[in-house]
C-alpha cells in the first residue's frame, strides 16, 4: 500500500488470573478509592483483594465464588468487568523498568531518548536496563507495532515475552515515522488510547474499503480493524479534552478512509492536549516553593 502511512499498531489487552489481581493491585489507589467505589460498586472487589493480599483468600476463590452477590452479577463477573473499566494508569512518580529483548544497539538508544520525552511532562521515569526483572520488555518480531495498555503489562508474567514490540520492517520505521511510533507506543504504554477511537471524534469510516485494504496491507482480520479503528474507547481510558486530531495518539490515514474523503495529519509529536492530559494523570508533587507561597 502506497498511500499515506499508516501509524498502525495493535493495542493489546492481556488476561490471566494472577495477572489480572497483579495488575488491580496497582490500579487500586487509581480506580478503587472512595470517588470510584459508590460510582462502579466496587468496594466488595476491593476488600476481596485485600483479603487475598493478607492471605486469607485464593484468587482462583475469588473468581469462583458464587457467595458475594452485587445485584444480580457475582463478585468474578465483577472483577473481570473491573479490569477492563479502570483507567490503566500507574501510580504518579512510578519507575517503570524497560528492557530489550533483542535489537540492534542503535535503535535501543534512538527508543530509549524518544521514550523519555514523555517524562518531561509525566510524572514516571522509564529505567532503561540491560538485564532483570522489567515492567516493559520490548521485541522486535515482524508483527507490527505494539504495545500492551498501561498497566495490562503486569498481567504478562513471563519475563522473556515482549509488552511492547516494534516492527523494523514497517514503513512507520522511516527516520520521520519511526520517532513517533515510539511516542505512540509508549503513550500507549502509560496507558493512552488511539485519539480516532474516542467518542467525540464522530469520524465516519468507510469500512467496507478500511477491511479489504489493511487485509491485503497487513493480513489483519475484521476483529483486529475493529480493536484499531471502529471501536470506540471507555469513557474512563480518554481524555475530557475533547477530540485532538494533532495527537501523538491519533492515525494518519488516507482520506479515502473515511467519508466523505478527509486528510489526516501525519502527527509526529505531542500535542498541546496530549501534554495537558499526561500531565494531569502523572501530576509531578508541588514544589516546595509553591507549597509556601500557598500556605502564606
Excluded at 503486569?154 to 511510533?181: C, G, V, Y
Excluded at 498541546?272 to 499526561?278: M, N, T, V
Aim: glycine share 6%; charged share 20%; hydrophobic share 35%.
Amino acid at each position: 500500500m502506497k498511500n499515506t502511512p499508516l501509524n498502525l499498531c495493535t493495542t493489546r489487552l492481556h488476561g490471566g488470573e494472577y495477572g489480572l489481581y497483579v495488575a488491580l493491585r496497582e490500579r487500586a489507589d487509581n480506580v478503587m478509592n472512595a470517588e470510584t467505589e459508590p460510582i462502579y460498586g466496587h468496594k466488595p472487589a476491593r476488600y476481596l483483594l485485600q483479603e487475598i493480599a493478607a492471605g486469607n483468600k485464593e484468587y482462583s476463590e475469588l473468581l469462583l465464588s458464587k457467595e458475594t452477590v452485587i445485584g444480580r452479577r457475582e463478585t468474578g463477573e465483577i472483577l473481570h468487568e473491573l479490569a477492563l473499566l479502570q483507567t490503566h494508569l500507574w501510580k504518579a512518580g512510578r519507575v517503570l523498568r524497560v528492557r530489550f529483548l533483542e535489537g540492534p544497539e542503535h535503535v535501543h538508544r534512538q527508543i530509549e531518548t524518544i521514550a523519555k520525552t514523555w517524562e518531561t511532562h509525566a510524572n514516571i521515569t522509564f529505567d532503561f536496563i540491560a538485564q532483570g526483572q522489567a515492567e516493559v520488555r520490548i521485541s522486535f518480531t515482524r508483527s507490527g507495532s505494539w504495545s500492551l495498555v498501561g498497566t495490562d503489562a503486569l498481567t504478562e508474567r513471563d519475563q522473556n515475552k515482549a509488552t511492547m514490540n516494534f516492527d523494523l520492517s514497517d514503513e512507520t520505521t522511516s527516520p520521520d515515522a519511526f520517532p513517533a511510533t515510539i511516542l505512540h507506543e509508549f503513550g500507549h504504554c502509560l496507558g493512552c488510547v488511539h485519539e480516532h477511537q474516542s467518542p467525540a471524534a464522530a469520524i465516519q469510516w468507510n469500512k467496507p474499503l478500511i477491511y479489504s485494504r489493511l487485509f491485503q496491507a497487513y493480513g489483519w482480520d475484521r476483529q483486529k480493524v475493529d480493536t484499531n479503528f471502529f471501536e470506540q474507547a471507555e469513557k474512563a481510558l480518554i481524555t475530557n479534552s475533547g477530540y485532538d486530531p494533532l495527537s501523538i495518539m491519533h492515525y494518519s490515514f488516507p482520506p479515502e478512509f473515511t467519508v466523505p474523503p478527509t486528510p489526516t495529519p501525519h502527527n509526529t509529536q505531542l500535542s498541546a492536549q496530549d501534554i495537558a492530559f499526561i500531565s494531569r494523570c502523572y501530576p509531578f508533587p508541588a514544589s516546595s516553593t509553591a507549597s509556601t507561597l500557598l500556605k502564606g
